[in-house]
């Protein structure tokens, strides 16, 4: 049977979504959703023929429904995914699971309330294949341990509302997460510094950073943030081990001679690098939900990321290191 | 509503397009199987949960059936497809359509006599994301017109059955096809010469040999087919055109630097290399039937891909070059 | 002691070397030149500071005069060549040794009268590193025996006079030689095909052309002739061997990103691409020279690549496969 | 004529360099040798055929002597480097210049009262034909301004007398250098950090490590040293500029199919890697001698860089950020 999704925020990111389940995916089927927008909302469920809720909550409490996405914009996420913890269904929240720590922490704690676990945050680099043969080589430990990693998240343009904080809170966030998964262990040190910044950045953007992230064991992350790079969307990772180095794979693309050069396409935008990514975050939530469990990012994890970012951000404002505290994970989430 | 699917030789590959379709694309099932060993079927058929037909043709005539696989042996792709067409059914056959030519001919003409095209043959090459950049690149002429193509495809191992024909018909035959469809036209002449022998070829085999295929506009492709390269499973196509060159993309894995070298692997087999173009194949062909209609490589693709393989093996056992007579394509297949 | 080196032909490849031995290598000089146009050659001569002969073979017979290098045009070769061999001195010939084989021929049999090994032809690429380490690993068969080779010889642009058979005789003459000297043996049939023919060669030209070349164990050789393939200088050598393939390094230039595409930039002429490898074969053929030896190119391997080029033009001519008839290799070059 | 060298210094890399010069490069000549190991100096200057001077200063002060070449023990450069200058002779000298700022200083005043720049830094990487394309690009502004640099250094194996202070002041100086020269512009701080510590370093020693630069113009550098890497010698530089990145290129190497991965060979050491560095360094040394010019690194950049390093240990053994205090470049040096 399908698993029957009811989806809030029929935005962009949304639409995309709902697209993947009903046109690609295996074994669910989006059965309704509701937007805050009630007029742009109607004309999308009826695109997909699918019933328009003007109330979210009671979509999300309807018995019928049986598992619920929220990709509202940030600030509504608490409410929405609180109303799936009450109503004891799945939820699958596009990152942030929220925007302030605080808010992850009311939801880690309703959850843990609830006895189960319901919530998946969007963190979908985790189901990259490229993250995923780095994270089996530094599970099985084929090149010793990791001891430093070098990382760099570059979009070709921001646009003009991109502010100094996002590129931590907004962009850096995927590689705060990824790389915590990848390493297996919590940050103890988050720290943020400025490359020379270039003309390309409008108004008082700093463009490019780095943060600079250290682990438990020592491991030193940097990562380059770079929003207006120019040059296509490239995502970096080199994981440097006592024996060898690993380098995430390039997507795979076809190489050209021409023009005095040898050359082979970036990719313009995130939506593109990671499609893969998405369809099987999405593919293995409804498999996992279908199957009774959650087995992706937990909102603990969600959680630990809002604190990371703030660290960093407060690394930045103060332009020093700041100490990273995080809870012992609870036993719920182990 | 699910496109209901009857699968004929429930083998390896039979039932990894049953996993394929039954956990993982979108919109159809298999709902019942047949194979000539009726045990093994049976279990096969209990392990999904669907009725086992001991006899497939009752199976294709079943009104509840909507589409049918034939991943059945080679020689009986025939009997089944030409069942199906009969039946008025969609049908997607591995390759080859048919082992002879002629049997290949009378299924296009059964099917041109049905009046509609129900048949797709399992090129799946021409789902490769792969094949499809440079197609694109073909088709909007980026780099001038195609003028020669150099191509490669090699397997680590043959096992001992392995004969020096096979080669062109059971390896190359993915060329033949892809090939055709990347350039868009037919081919005139076929000639195969061999390499100096490997010493890890069995029995009689003559490996690695090379094929050449030109085309009307005078194209000149030469094709190396190894079936014994040891080193893994590996397909190079690079196209020079009149302005630049274009290569087949490698796979997106990890690079690693260790052991005094940077090091990429290369995939170990061909399921590995190309699940990608499997799943797109199929998605596209369940999309195709629930629309109506088929819009992969046909019954004429088919019949023109064995035509140019029994060419190739007469150029090998003549050793000279042969031209290849094709008829016009059928108004029906424009 | 410098060697003292006496120069024909001061045209632009002739001035290059001499800058390369006054100012580049060690031990040598060029203390005299010769050139059949007078006035230039003079000029030429002054600025070096250095004699200048107005006939080309008292120079030669000069005794004060210890080694000749001749880059006059291919029609004068065999008579300088030769009047060096009269005088007994060590001679760098830039390839051809002469245009006909019958003059080649004629060289070889007056040095083995000579009773003396004096000439070298000017077959940088053996020089190339990259050419050497692939030549180490066929030596040490670190992956087998070679099977198959696929080369590539691309220009930018022929310009109005090439003609058809020069893709042969002056371009892939370079490949003659090199590949047969990787492989330490010789051919037994030359063929060359045409590709489609690009829009950029002018006047009758057929360009791109493919030769085949079979050597004696059963290696099978094809090689791509491209002289307007628009987009630079581009050598391939990939070696098929048992166990594995090598690749001809790529020159070693900055990878750069930018405009969407990793991009790394292709030589645009000979003279830039192997500008090491000429280095490397004027300073071993000094050493050599001042030890007393030569240890390049042989007159008689200027005979063979002749004699294979010339046959290779009638398979050309003809459209059938040509079989080189080479004799025994002489006691004197083994 | 030939440029009469006198080399003070006959270990292993002044071997090198004699061997260089006396039989690859063109110009000069070994024509005398000192070293602190007199019977051992005495073998060495036998087998050059040179003669052997006990007394260095004296060797330097021979008026038959055009210029002096420095690579006796990092301690004794400050004594031999200032007897040339006061000898008024041009001088190379392997980096350091001299161990201590102080020193280094005290050459630079020597150097200034005499009048005449005479000194030259062996820091080679500038040399290298790699870095050069970078700089020129950088110059250029091809893709606008620079803004960060990633930059690793590593090593097989550091053996077991390699400390930590040295991975800054042996190994990183080069970095230091080449990375000054890239930009053209000095350096305002310097941080050093560690990597989780790999297993492979014996006793205290930090390994890996990251040093921090920034520069006046606040282009932010990281430069990672990793003296046991174990997989090779390999050194990267990637320089992101605000409409691309560029890359130092990777040497060339053939690249190789075999065992499941397309693989190509790293270096295994420096000398392997910098060859055409040193080739390129002492050419156009010994050319800028015979012109009566120095035109490398000066003395100054050998007492920026020493200057640098002690910046760099004192920001490691402190844990802090140190400001970077240098002179304005004297007049003299411009």
Avoid at 122 to 150: N, S
Avoid at 248 to 274: G, H, K, V, Y
Wanted: proline share 4%.
């Amino acid at each position: 049977m399908e698993l029957k999704i009811g989806l809030v925020g029929t935005g962009a990111i949304g639409r995309t979504h709902i697209e993947r389940i009903n046109h690609k995916l295996h074994g669910a089927r989006v059965v309704a959703c509701s937007d805050v927008n009630a007029e742009f909302g109607k004309s999308v469920a009826e695109t997909i023929g699918c019933p328009f809720y003007e109330d979210a909550e009671l979509m999300i409490a309807d018995p019928s429904i049986e598992a619920i996405i929220v990709t509202a914009a940030d600030p509504y996420h608490e409410r929405f995914v609180m109303a799936a913890i009450q109503a004891g269904k799945f939820v699958f929240v596009e990152k942030p699971l929220a925007p302030e720590a605080e808010a992850c922490k009311r939801l880690v704690e309703a959850e843990i309330a609830g006895g189960k676990k319901l919530v998946q945050v969007g963190f979908m680099r985790r189901y990259d294949p490229g993250y995923r043969q780095i994270k089996k080589m530094i599970v099985d430990k084929t090149y010793g341990e990791p001891l430093l990693l070098h990382c760099a998240h570059r979009n070709a343009s921001s646009g003009d509302g991109w502010t100094t904080p996002m590129s931590v809170e907004n962009s850096m966030i995927h590689e705060i997460d990824v790389l915590r998964w990848l390493l297996g262990e919590d940050y103890v040190t988050a720290e943020v510094a400025f490359g020379k910044r270039t003309r390309n950045a409008s108004g008082d953007l700093q463009d490019p950073q780095v943060m600079i992230l250290t682990t438990k064991s020592g491991v030193r992350i940097d990562v380059e943030s770079f929003v207006n790079c120019r040059y296509g969307y490239d995502i970096k990772c080199e994981v440097v081990c006592e024996e060898g180095t690993i380098n995430l794979p390039e997507p795979a693309n076809a190489m050209i001679r021409a023009t005095a050069s040898r050359i082979t396409p970036i990719c313009s935008d995130w939506s593109q690098r990671f499609v893969e990514a998405y369809n099987i975050e999405f593919q293995e939530w409804i498999n996992a939900c279908k199957a009774g469990r959650v087995d992706g990012p937990t909102a603990w994890d969600g959680y630990v990321g809002q604190v990371t970012a703030k660290a960093a951000s407060k690394a930045r404002d103060t332009g020093s290191v700041v100490h990273i505290e995080v809870e012992e994970i609870p036993e719920f989430y182990k």
